[in-house]
């Protein structure tokens, strides 16, 4: 009898953190850094130096702003489900992305190939290593760094890349031909703020061509 109650507390303390696991919230910090050329030098103070993911379950937002510009992707998981809320002092647009149309948003619409090197690094206090990753598309590579010491809810930046290597804790992208890395650089668990999930009024609903075909400068 005593050994089945000490089982029982055991079970009840053991199920407990498990609940507790599962409803973990927070936000994850991100820096971003370009490596532009000299020509477009210029353009360094309009891009977003950071960005931020708010989580909760499977639900993630992505933010990144730079003045009165602001990108924020809303993805779930479980549905596929992801939203591109673009906003500026001129206008606000809401498009919505169907699974088969994601890939258009991606660095490299056809994936990438992996290889793994011998370097290991302590990215924001997690210990990591460095795989090479080579665009199936152009053939362009890169790197990118995982931790398997860290469990975090995929979200935007991430969504490229496989992620049974581990966690994607720093990677560089070409975008447009220009480097791109982001860098983790903090984990917080806390209350997300209240509404991040959701769409504010005033969003102009386009299709994914719609947007793709307005006029540069809209």
């Known amino acids: 009898m005593y050994k089945i109650s000490i089982a029982a507390i055991l079970f009840a303390v053991v199920f407990s953190a498990c609940q507790k696991a599962a409803i973990k919230q927070g936000k994850i910090i991100y820096d971003i850094s370009y490596q532009l050329p000299d020509s477009l030098s210029r353009y360094a103070a309009y891009l977003p130096k950071q960005a931020v993911v708010y989580f909760k379950g499977d639900s993630t937002v992505t933010v990144q702003q730079q003045g009165d510009e602001a990108t924020t992707v809303i993805s779930y998981q479980p549905t596929s489900f992801l939203r591109v809320l673009l906003h500026s002092s001129a206008a606000s647009y809401q498009i919505d992305y169907p699974k088969s149309e994601q890939s258009q948003l991606l ?38 760094w995982y931790s398997k010491k860290l469990h975090i809810p995929g979200n935007y930046l991430t969504m490229p890349f496989d992620t049974t290597y581990g966690v994607p804790v720093e990677f560089t992208t070409k975008q447009n031909e220009i480097p791109v890395k982001t860098t983790l650089k903090e984990i917080k668990l806390e209350q997300v703020p209240d509404g991040v999930f959701s769409t504010p009024a005033g969003y102009r609903k386009l299709t994914p061509q719609q947007f793709k075909d307005m006029p540069v400068g809209n």
Do not use: C, V
């Not at 302590?122 to 790197?143: C, H, M, N, P, V």
């Open 107 to 144: 660095p490299a619409p056809l994936g990438y190939h992996y290889t793994s090197k011998k370097d290991s690094a302590t990215i924001a206090g997690y210990r990591a290593l460095k795989f090479e990753i080579e665009d199936k598309g152009t053939g362009l590579t890169s790197e990118i």
